[in-house]
């Protein structure tokens, strides 16, 4: 992002929030405090290094929350439907606009599995740990089809696949997933 858009973002978040001095500081310390903990699962050796991408990682989460702070004012400002959703889409690409940069700069200070692992940290790890998931899915299932593969009837092969099936409700369950509970919310949002 040009310097002089980011520090138009800088001067309008501080003219917003210099009324919520003490708030501003504790949001500060907050996303500092964030980004160390992202960093610190890096295990960088180099203290400087370590300083530029907290920095970077900090000034990500600054940047977002004004874009999310000023759509909020301009969308509260206006009762236009049509004139909220062009707001909406008008954050939604600044907001894209920032993450590319956001990303450009930690490439310059980071190895690719860096960048990838502080994407991870800033997204509460949901990628990999779902992914992690899906392949124990996938590997459950592809066992139950050689047993299925070997047995003698249509229905005993079904049978595999259903005793696979509650091996996998079991892990599922064993991750925080009710999947009757997620059965019966998906029923019901189709039938509205």
Same mark, same amino acid.
């Given at each position: 992002?040009?310097?002089?858009?980011?520090?138009?973002?800088?001067?309008?978040?501080?003219?917003?929030?210099?009324?919520?001095?003490?708030?501003?500081?504790?949001?500060?310390?907050?996303?500092?405090?964030?980004?160390?903990?992202?960093?610190?699962?890096?295990?960088?050796?180099?203290?400087?290094?370590?300083?530029?991408?907290?920095?970077?990682?900090?000034?990500?989460?600054?940047?977002?929350?004004?874009?999310?702070?000023?759509?909020?004012?301009?969308?509260?400002?206006?009762?236009? $439907?049509? @004139? =909220? &959703?062009?707001? +909406?889409?008008?954050?939604?690409?600044?907001?894209? /606009?920032?993450?590319?940069?956001? !990303? $450009?700069? @930690? =490439? &310059?200070?980071? +190895?690719?599995?860096?960048?990838?692992?502080?994407? /991870?940290?800033?997204?509460?790890? !949901?990628?990999?740990?779902?992914?992690?998931?899906?392949?124990?899915?996938?590997?459950?299932?592809?066992?139950?089809?050689?047993?299925?593969?070997?047995?003698?009837?249509?229905?005993?092969?079904?049978?595999?696949?259903?005793?696979?099936?509650?091996?996998?409700?079991?892990?599922?369950?064993?991750?925080?997933?009710?999947?009757?509970?997620?059965?019966?919310?998906?029923?019901?949002?189709?039938?509205?």
């Amino acid at each position: 992002m040009p310097m002089k858009r980011f520090a138009l973002f800088t001067f309008l978040f501080l003219s917003v929030s210099m009324t919520f001095s003490q708030t501003e500081d504790t949001y500060w310390k907050t996303i500092t405090d964030r980004s160390a903990k992202i960093v610190a699962k890096l295990g960088l050796a180099d203290l400087t290094k370590q300083e530029t991408v907290v920095h970077i990682i900090r000034d990500q989460y600054y940047l977002l929350n004004a874009c999310y702070t000023l759509r909020d004012l301009k969308i509260k400002e206006n009762t236009d $439907k049509s @004139l =909220k &959703e062009q707001i +909406t889409r008008e954050t939604l690409q600044e907001t894209t /606009n920032l993450n590319q940069a956001f !990303v $450009k700069r @930690l =490439k &310059e200070v980071l +190895t690719d599995s860096e960048v990838e692992a502080v994407k /991870n940290g800033m997204t509460y790890n !949901v990628y990999p740990n779902t992914v992690k998931e899906v392949h124990m899915i996938d590997s459950l299932l592809y066992e139950a089809r050689d047993f299925a593969m070997q047995a003698e009837s249509s229905e005993k092969k079904h049978a595999w696949f259903g005793k696979y099936k509650g091996k996998i409700n079991n892990y599922l369950a064993s991750h925080g997933y009710n999947l009757k509970e997620e059965g019966d919310k998906w029923a019901a949002r189709l039938k509205k």
